[in-house]
């Protein structure tokens, strides 16, 4: 208090000079000041009318124009606490949708909502430089499947839930809620979404029993009932690396935000697993065609995902597919080339020459598989590919040439799409 009794004691001397008649220039020279500050002072004098005037005065601007104003910042408020899951995007686009014309800036809302208390301000992690985000051009493109745990009902009887989403336009194709997630739930909920939203061309999962046999007792050479239905189908699965959840990030971000959203209300709510499952539709419902999403610009993704174009049917790998003429056709002559034929086994192996040889699993139980004393082969395989591979069988050496069935050996292939049954054929060396 004593020090700024002085400076307003020296900055009254000032002014006192100058109104005695010396110049605005040399008293502020002698106070070592500029000259505004000495013609402030003498308006300041002559405002208050005495020594009060000349005292320090805050700098703060006496009006914000573009400071919130205190309706949009209650309005604020009651959002978040409304919705405890909004953020301050989400608020921002719902202000916009009531007709806000002035709608205030994301740090804004940050900065409204930790001044109430409803959030609390914390350093944010740093993204790590070596993830790398993708996404699929088109929906339908490739699905991302997995299972999750955390519903509970009234009773604390723990269900799981079967969950997937399309890549490209986040569209939840898959939501159901199982007992166990043992492999045939884990399959029905499959089949449930193909003949719900049509087969996509890929489907990426971890790397859990239920998957895949990839890390079981015989090895990369294991089918699952997931992975035959996969190749009925014509879909291709992926797998993701071990100990990599980054890969499926889009359906554990989806997790994420169906545990902030729903399980907080509807956890430990519901007496029956029916009772549970209907809460969980009816918010898949409101999540693909009304919530709108972030990295879509808003839009809900039933926007991006009506685009696909779907025209395939579903095999179900347990059940023969129902043929769709009920004439009955005369079945086709299978021609026996030349050599020695063998079948794959269920467990992805072929017998020759007293020697068992392990082929990728894929090809059990639908391969005519022929050897001779030639040192190399065909692969024709009815509607894709096979990748090149070398196989040893005995003294026999065998070389895979990647091809399309010939004509003379697509005969030998039955019609039945559903059965993929590759042809292999002898070539000369």
Known sequence: MLQELRVAEQRYRAVWEVLEGASVTEVARRFGVSRQSVHSWLRRYAADGGLGGLGDHSSRPHSCPHQMSPGVDARVVELRRVHPAWGADRIAYQLGKEGLTAVPGRTSIYRALVRNGLVSRGQR??????????????????????????????????????????????????????????AKPVCDALLAALRRHGVPEQILTDNGKVFTGRFGPAGSSAEVLFDRICAENGIRHLLTAPRSPTTTGKVERWHKTMRAELLTEH??????????????????????????????????????????????????????????????????RITRLPGVQRWVDQ?????LGGFRYRVPIVLAGAIDFLAGKARSYRVGDYGSEVPDRRLALGRVGLRGIQSRPTDDLLPAVPANGAQRRCAMALGQP
């Open 347 to 351: 467990h992805g192996l072929v017998s």
């Open 125 to 182: 992690r740093k993204r790590r430089s070596d993830y790398r985000r993708w996404e699929r051009a088109r929906p339908m493109e490739l699905w991302q499947l997995d299972v999750v745990g955390g519903f509970h009902l009234v009773d604390g009887t723990e269900v799981k839930a079967v969950s997937g989403i399309d890549d490209s336009s986040r569209f939840v194709v898959s939501a159901m809620l199982v007992a166990r997630a043992t």
């Open 267 to 332: 956890d430990r709510r519901h007496h029956t697993m029916t009772e549970l499952q209907a809460a969980l539709d009816g918010w898949v419902a409101h999540y693909n065609t009304e919530r709108p999403h972030q990295s879509l610009g808003m839009r809900p993704p039933v926007d991006r995902f009506q685009l696909a174009v779907v025209d395939r049917d579903v095999v179900a790998a347990a059940e023969p597919a129902a043929p769709a003429d009920p004439v009955v056709q005369p079945a086709a």
